[in-house]
């Protein structure tokens, strides 16, 4: 850390570059007055860095802060700090295109009013979306009602919804963890996530594309403005704006070291393919930017200047990919590739490739986990009990809790504190009821959160400590969302039924339905058999128990528990209510610090 460059305020001076004006409070709620984001709960970062907090995450975290609108270029606004991400305005002929409007149709909505305010009621002409994350659409009927063009990549509204269909209640879980969002705002809570400060809580909706990018060097003019695109992976895109000398970088390039896969779960990425495409931005563009924006975070002015962002952002992933490649193939493990891979000087020494989101230790395992996957090898590790069996056998082997308690204090002592943490962790799941050992490990991961540089790794420590004091806290993100259900395909509503049934209860269970889809003229046909539910389009027979007629929205109706009024229906209707009785429901609150 000593080496860390806190005299360069460069970052500063780019972050507060093109200010206009604050939203003041910069408190956004809904119509019934629900806080749903509330930047003001920051002010606290105004102060000089506490011992409760790493100092490099510190400064990460005032800069995230800074809210209001921004001018970044001729007609190109950015306003930021009213979400996790930043929403971006091109001024047209005729009005104003919105790149990415936030989570929530509130904040998008108080966004767009702060614009107005400084350049007039322009009407939204056209909106688009970088990539598939819902802080990059959620908001989008906060800004236009739809009858625009939208613009998004190939392939962005099966990922968008994908997450939902099939891990969405681990993820949403998990997730309050990732941005911390029971804790306190405080120097001793919650101060950011890395890419932002937190994510909104309001009314999260979705307006289909319009208009798909789907080759790199794809030519698009919308209100006048014209747009060249690159195609990166993960249903995300990067594009040029010639008429305006500015390059949108949408999250490929941001002011850290993103995730490989995040901490709360999701897909790996391809690090290789990472670093390709942003060598393939650099050829295309780089030579013609006088601006770079993304969607997190603030520009980067000036050819020479992005050029080294862009280099430096390329070479960070592929040394990271090249690595983990080069030492998994002498034989070290993911654990043990995080502990040897250090990043070369002049990138440590870069702010923007600093481990604020993503890390360059779970990045590693993450690309281990691409190539191997998740068994290293040891046949040790092929069949282990699951966590609580193996708690409640390794405190037998070390005399039983209070001798578990009394190593990991000598462990605290010597500053051990991941050991410390891993002891403490077997006697929590040995027994519960181990007061001593939950309140000694809430300590521990109080002191790893506010030692850690990455936000992320804070906000899973302190909940983790706050939820061993406190008990499960119940979940403040809600990710449903009718526009988001409306837009599953229908293979993803029947893979979203066989998700949740009960595999055991429905070993027995031989069931078929045909569901006729009246306006979309399509056959489909569920089987439950041996405790999985397949589905088939087009099925060549009419064998099935049960046929039922209906539209697309009855289907989800049907599904959602509104029942089979209007539905017609041929066979054995108490089929249905056997399919039903063998689904399972997710558990959104489920322990994660405790068995």
Known sequence: MADLPFHDRGDFEDANRGFIAKL??????????????????????????????HPSLWRQAQLCAKQGLYAVADGIYQVRGLDLSNMTLIEGDNGVIVIDPLISTECAAAALKLYRAHRGERPVTGVIYTHSHADHFGGVRGVTRGGVPILAPAGFLEHAVSEYVYAGPAMTRRAVYLYGSALSRSPEGQIGCGLGLTVSTGTLSLIPPTIEITRTGQEETVDGVPMVFQLTPGAEMIFFFPGRAALCLAESATHNQHNVLSLRGATVRDARAWARHLNEALSLFADR????????????????????????????????????????????????????????????????ARGYCGSTSHNVKAIY????????????????????????????????????????RRYIQENDLR?????LNHAVFADEGNKEARDLLAEVYTRLGHGAENATWRNFYLMGALELADGIVPATMDTASADLFAALTVEQIFDSLAVRVDGPKAWNERLSIDWHLTDLRERHRTTLSNGALIHQMNPKDDSADLTLRLTKAQLAGLLAGKGVEGVERE???????????????PVPDFAIVTA
């Open 24 to 53: 003041s409070p910069a408190v956004v709620t809904t119509a019934d007055g629900r806080v749903i984001w509330d930047n003001d709960s920051y002010d606290f970062l105004h102060q000089e860095c506490p011992k409760t907090a």
């Open 289 to 352: 930017a006088e601006v770079a924006f993304a969607a997190h975070h603030w520009p980067t002015w000036g050819r020479d200047s992005i050029v080294s962002f862009l280099s430096q952002q390329r070479d960070m992933y592929a040394y990271l990919h090249d690595q983990t490649l080069r030492l998994l193939n002498k034989g070290l493990t993911g654990a043990e590739i995080a502990e040897a891979v250090q990043l070369p000087p002049a990138l440590e020494r870069a702010w923007h």
């Open 369 to 408: 986990q691409r190539y191997l996957g998740w068994f290293d090898g040891n046949p040790a590790h092929l069949w282990e009990h699951p966590p609580r069996e193996s708690a409640v056998r390794y405190v037998e082997c070390l005399g039983g809790g209070s001798a578990v308690v009394a190593f990991a």
């Open 419 to 423: 050991f410390a943490a891993q002891l």
């Open 571 to 585: 066979g054995d209707t108490a089929v249905l209510r056997r399919l039903v009785a063998v689904l399972d429901r």
